[in-house]
T-cell receptor, first 115, second 110 residues
Framework: KAGVTQTPRYLIKTRGQQVTLSCSPI?????VSWYQQTPGQGLQFLFE???????NKGNFPGRFSGRQFSNSRSEMNVSTLELGDSALYLC??????????????FGPGTRLTVT | GQSLEQPSEVTAVEGAIVQINCTYQ??????LSWYQQHDGGAPTFLSY????GLEETGRFSSFLSRSDSYGYLLLQELQMKDSASYFC???????????FGSGTKLNVKP
């Protein structure tokens, strides 16, 4: 089974621009979560989508948004980029139902640098 | 709010046993997960505890005490490849909302 894929892997943007990141979950996984990882901060939860609906949201400003398509692929968008948005953005997918629903499979991430 | 505390760095020698602790304060709790992340890599799932007690998976074991809001990851027979960062994460609610600790960098020395 193919793993979680994220595109692009690396991105350099300028302050004030916007960016869209893409995530394709493992086939059959319907839940997609997004995390921001910065040095020393661990992973911070952004939001989770299931069946094209945002079910959970972390404590990030409204500049961060996302969506999920009918094929479970997900995108996240950051508008009006700030220097502090430089981070590794990780996507994780998991099964919705069953005992293994807690196990999240992470993609390789998109390294975003804002200059 | 939510907070998870784990040591920032631990060093151990090859073949030894190391324990990485995690204490948490969350408004909701459904379980505690552990993930391993090598430099430049993606986090990979190690274990999940929803109930009190010890769960063993090969060289790795994870423990949870819900009454103490505490858990730990135990790594036995350390190998050089175990050098990585280890994150504990609390599952908040029945859906997939997880809060992660800042991670513990494990250095395994020969």
């Amino acid at each position: 089974k193919a793993g979680v894929t994220q595109t692009p892997r690396y991105l350099i943007k300028t302050r004030g621009q916007q960016v869209t990141l893409s995530c394709s979950p493992i086939s059959g996984h319907r839940s997609v979560s997004w995390y921001q990882q910065t040095p020393g901060q661990g992973l911070q939860f952004l939001f989770e989508y299931f069946s094209e609906t945002q079910r959970n949201k972390g404590n990030f400003p409204g500049r961060f948004s996302g969506r999920q398509f009918s094929n479970s692929r997900s995108e996240m968008n950051v508008s009006t980029l700030e220097l502090g948005d430089s981070a590794l953005y990780l996507c994780a997918s998991s099964l919705e139902h069953g005992e293994l629903a807690y196990e999240q499979y992470f993609g390789p991430g998109t390294r975003l640098t804002v200059t | 709010g939510q907070s998870l505390e784990q040591p920032s760095e631990v060093t151990a020698v090859e073949g030894a046993i190391v324990q990485i602790n995690c204490t948490y304060q969350t408004s909701g709790f459904y379980g505690l997960s552990w993930y391993q992340q090598h430099d430049g890599g993606a986090p990979t799932f190690l274990s999940y505890n929803a109930l009190d007690g010890l769960e063993e998976t090969g060289r790795f074991s994870s423990f949870l005490s819900r009454s103490d809001s505490y858990g730990y990851l135990l790594l036995q027979e350390l190998q050089m490849k175990d050098s990585a960062s280890y994150f504990c994460a609390v599952r908040d609610g029945g859906f997939n909302k997880f809060y992660f600790g800042s991670g513990t960098k494990l250095n395994v020395k020969p």
